[in-house]
């Protein structure tokens, strides 16, 4: 997990708030990957960013979610109005370059009570 | 659409015995695979990168094996021990950028 800085490592929120979950990927990528991790199911591809741009949002629910990585500062993955279906572990990875491995953050971990 | 099937989805065995994590992918078409190690309530840990020209990469005790025609990786993990209870995570990356992941095989070393 070479230097993929998520937080926060775990966030309660309540119905209908708000949460917004920071990725700073290693120093120098600027590709960065959203996952979400279901209780007991694999991990999906929500959205792809690079600096200031999203790249492909195709995994990516079409309402309530947005992602952004601008120019200066962290990635952010913004949920509006959670739902307790919402409730999972967001990981964010980023690349150098194509074709190399990727490095993963330790994830935040969203409860939805 | 690329789909990742592992098995077994979970593996207990005694210290000491070899380890054999099988992972099957629907489209050959990929551009590299890598097996990830994830603990309890942590991030992944990456153990392997497999090129799709390569046909295995070593490290240590792990071995990871690619057929691309048959669609299918194999990762070994030789003479285990309690430390390499984990989930271990194959994924896909189809040259899409995005990684196809498995839902992971669950390996309990007893000690």
């Known amino acids: 997990n070479a230097g993929v800085m998520q937080n926060p490592r775990h966030l309660v929120r309540r119905r209908g708030q708000e949460a917004r979950l920071r990725c700073s990927p290693v120093?120098?990528?600027?590709?960065v990957y959203w996952y979400r991790q279901l209780p007991e199911e694999g991990l999906k591809f929500m959205v792809y960013?690079?600096?200031?741009?999203?790249?492909?949002e195709s995994g990516m629910p079409k309402e309530r979610f947005s992602a952004e990585f601008p120019k200066e500062g962290p990635s952010i993955l913004r949920i509006q109005q959670v739902v307790r279906g919402d409730s999972a572990a967001y990981f964010c990875a980023s690349y150098g370059n194509m074709n190399t491995e990727a490095f993963f953050g330790q994830g935040t971990r969203l409860t939805v009570v | 659409k690329q789909e990742v099937t592992q098995i077994p989805a979970a593996l207990s065995v005694p210290e000491g015995e070899n380890l054999v994590l099988n992972c099957s992918f629907t489209?050959?078409?990929?551009?590299?695979l890598q097996w990830f190690r994830q603990d309890p309530g942590k991030g992944l840990t990456s153990l392997l990168l497999i090129q799709s020209s390569q046909r295995e990469q070593t490290s240590g005790r792990l071995n990871a094996s690619l057929d691309k025609s048959s669609g299918r990786s194999t990762l070994y993990i030789a003479a285990s021990q309690p430390g390499d209870s984990a989930t271990y995570l194959c994924?896909?990356?189809?040259?899409?950028?995005?990684?196809?992941f498995g839902a992971g095989t669950t390996v309990t070393v007893r000690a």
């Open positions: 489209d050959s078409a990929i551009y590299n």
């Open positions: 994924a896909v990356d189809n040259n899409d950028y995005k990684l196809s």
């Open positions: 960013l690079q600096k200031e741009n999203i790249i492909d």
């Open positions: 120093k120098g990528h600027s590709h």
